[in-house]
């Protein structure tokens, strides 16, 4: 069974930090990764990282959030600093892993698990 456990949420003045953690079980992943969805908003990717160490992140976060992945302890991290008000999310964590792939259309067969969110709250 796959279970995904976030933690690290909070509330931060503007300009602070917050390390966000993800803790996979169950099963390796191919990518994990961030999204985020504010009050009346989509969820959004935020930063994702491959189990290779390639990385792309949402350019409102560039610069300011870092992703990274520990494979031994199946865990991803966000470290978020300079943050600032329109930050303020829950904050899913995803992580993806192929099951296969389609031959006829060149895609990769992959399913998604998420975690149950953590909030996170920048005053200003």
């Known amino acids: 069974q796959v279970q995904l456990v976030e933690s690290g949420g909070g509330l931060v003045q503007a300009g602070g930090s917050l390390r966000l953690s993800c803790a996979a079980s169950?099963?390796?992943?191919?990518?994990m990764g961030w999204y985020r969805q504010a009050p009346g908003k989509q969820r959004e990717l935020v930063a994702r990282i491959t189990s290779g160490g390639s990385t792309n992140y949402a350019d409102s976060v560039k610069g300011r959030f870092t992703i990274s992945r520990d494979n031994a302890k199946n865990t991803v991290y966000l470290q978020m600093n300079s943050l600032k008000p329109e930050d303020t999310a829950v904050y899913y964590c995803?992580?993806?892993?192929?099951?296969?792939?389609?031959?006829?259309?060149?895609?990769?067969?992959?399913?998604?698990?998420w975690g149950q969110g953590t909030q996170v709250t920048v005053s200003s």
């Open positions: 169950g099963r390796t992943f191919n990518a």
């Open positions: 995803n992580a993806v892993t192929q099951i296969g792939r389609d031959l006829s259309i060149g895609r990769d067969l992959t399913i998604d698990y």
